[in-house]
């Protein structure tokens, strides 16, 4: 089972997802992504440096964020993937679509 | 009385019910096998069964304790009860004088029964929950109204199960039937779904003395992806005509991916797809790769070329376009296209093609390569569907480069 932290700061917030996003965990993420859009908070971050696996389901949850994030008037952007986790990215090319940060703290900085 | 016997309309109608229901059931029944386990212990019988009369046997798809896997239809209490179509309850078939000449009875083994109907979704009675004891009991109100809810949970089990079969039978069938061979080409694919149905599709055909060849990946697996799958299938073999005729792939993908992003937008999906046309004369091939990131070329001598572009997924970006590649399909070269479920079969995902490429290599022909494939799946069982699809060019050996005499 995987668990979601979500924490909110200075109008941005952060979502962890710890273990496997594959499919029922994606299911829990769009939900947790919709409830932050909808309660007014529209530029998010996705830190999955906790994330162990990625499958094509947890991907869709990212971009169905994204979309709802981009929307509302903001972004969701990703940050600190593992190499297994990035190789989904590349593999789909959706690198460039949400392009990994270094760094949670300044992933709204540019 | 009643006329349900064998050779009855009504037993014709219920044995067509049975007959669609038989490959769902054969094999592993884990979910039924959940709920005869659970009803012995809570009535604490010797054995309970999910029975199914198939003309003149009874087989049971599911049973614990029983210990035997079908019997004469003649010597069973379902018989009645399924002919009844109302739960039975038999106390003491010994005192029964329409049961006590069956043999089980007979016997002393089977004392206490209570069946009860099991219907698909038309509503014909295809196989009955029962309780079997060796000893006289009788079940109160409460208990009977336990039995019937587990029976109706052993119903919901069957109807899904068989038409969850039927899906995939239909699904099946949508995969193109045989290989297709051409002069030194042959070309062969398989989908193994992780589910019943899955969101993996491939396909291939020839045109103008072009192949056309293609594989997707819907988001996720299982019926949802399977429904928006057909739906991209039939875009995309719209376009065969267009493709063979030298339509460039870029613009047909692009078109592909607007008329289905409304679609997978609504659904919250996308479709990762890889395309190629090859042209049987030459080699010549164009390919365009939507997210796939899966396709590669591996030559004669084991060099691997990675077939990947940098475009998405259909439905990501509803302004996306597409560009179209090309390459070479040499002599003794072979391009294999995988899904991603490929990547759980493997020990290590970051090598996925150097097993391939080996495998690719020692294939003599396309099935042999899915018959490995196959193999890999059996030792590690996928957990999201796996679609393979293979065009092998034969090397060279016309009479032309044939010196011996």
Redo the contacts between chains.
């Keep these: 089972m995987i668990e979601l932290d979500v924490t909110t700061d200075r109008g941005i917030a952060v979502v962890v997802p710890r273990g496997r996003l594959?499919?029922v965990a994606?299911r829990q993420l769009?939900q947790v992504l919709a409830d932050i859009i909808t309660g007014g908070t529209s530029r998010i971050v996705v830190d999955l440096a906790e994330t162990t696996f990625l499958?094509?389901?947890g991907?869709?949850a990212l971009?169905?964020g994204l979309?709802s994030a981009r929307q509302a008037g903001g972004d969701l952007r990703i940050a600190r993937p593992t190499p297994?986790v990035m190789?989904v990215f590349?593999?789909?090319?959706?690198d460039?679509?949400l392009r990994p940060r270094d760094d949670v703290g300044s992933a709204f900085d540019v | 009385m009643h006329d349900d016997h064998i050779g009855a309309p009504a037993e014709q109608r219920r044995q067509r019910a049975v007959d669609s229901l038989h490959d769902a059931l054969h094999g592993d029944n884990d979910r039924l096998d959940r709920i005869t386990r659970l009803a012995r212990s809570v009535f604490g019988v010797a054995a309970t069964s999910v029975t199914v009369l198939d003309h003149d046997r009874a087989w049971f798809p599911s049973e614990s304790g029983l210990g035997i896997a079908e019997m004469p239809r003649s010597q069973t209490l379902c018989d009645t009860a399924q002919a009844g179509d109302e739960t039975l309850v038999v106390e003491d078939a010994r005192a029964d004088p329409r049961f006590r000449h069956l043999a089980p009875v007979a016997d002393g083994s089977l004392v206490f029964y209570a069946g009860r109907p099991l219907h698909d979704h038309l509503g014909n009675v295809v196989g009955t929950f029962c309780l079997f004891d060796g000893a006289a009991r009788t079940l109160d109100a409460e208990q009977r109204r336990t039995f019937d809810d587990l029976a109706a949970w052993a119903e919901q089990e069957l109807v899904a199960s068989s038409e969850m079969g039927q899906a995939r039978q239909v699904q099946t069938s949508l995969f193109p039937s045989q290989p297709l061979e051409s002069g030194p080409w042959s070309v062969d694919g398989m989908c193994l779904p992780a589910l019943a149905v899955g969101g993996d599709c491939y396909d291939f055909g020839l045109g103008g003395g072009v192949l056309h060849v293609g594989v997707g990946d819907v988001m996720g697996k299982g019926t949802s992806a399977a429904l928006l799958g057909a739906g991209a299938r039939a875009a995309i073999r719209a376009t065969h005509g267009a493709v063979t005729a030298g339509a460039d792939l870029g613009v047909i993908a692009t078109q592909v991916a607007r008329s289905l992003t409304p679609d997978l937008e609504r659904s919250e999906s996308f479709l990762t797809v890889f395309e190629a046309a090859v042209d049987l004369e030459d080699g010549w091939t164009r390919w365009v790769d939507a997210g796939s990131g899966l396709a590669a070329q591996v030559s004669a001598d084991g060099t691997i070329t990675y077939l990947t572009g940098d475009d998405r997924p259909f439905g990501v970006l509803p302004d996306d376009h597409w560009t179209e590649h090309t390459t070479t399909l040499e002599p003794g070269d072979r391009l294999v296209v995988i899904s991603d479920g490929v990547l759980d079969l493997v020990e290590d995902q970051a090598l996925v093609w150097e097993d391939l490429a080996v495998a690719t290599r020692a294939a003599a022909t396309p099935a042999d390569l899915l018959a490995e494939v196959r193999r890999w799946a059996e030792v590690r069982p996928p957990l999201d569907d796996v679609t393979v699809l293979a065009v092998f060019r034969a090397a060279d050996t016309g009479p032309d480069v044939e010196d011996s005499a």
């Design positions: 594959n499919m994606a769009r499958d094509s389901s991907l869709g971009i169905g979309k297994e190789t590349t593999l789909t090319n959706m460039k679509v």
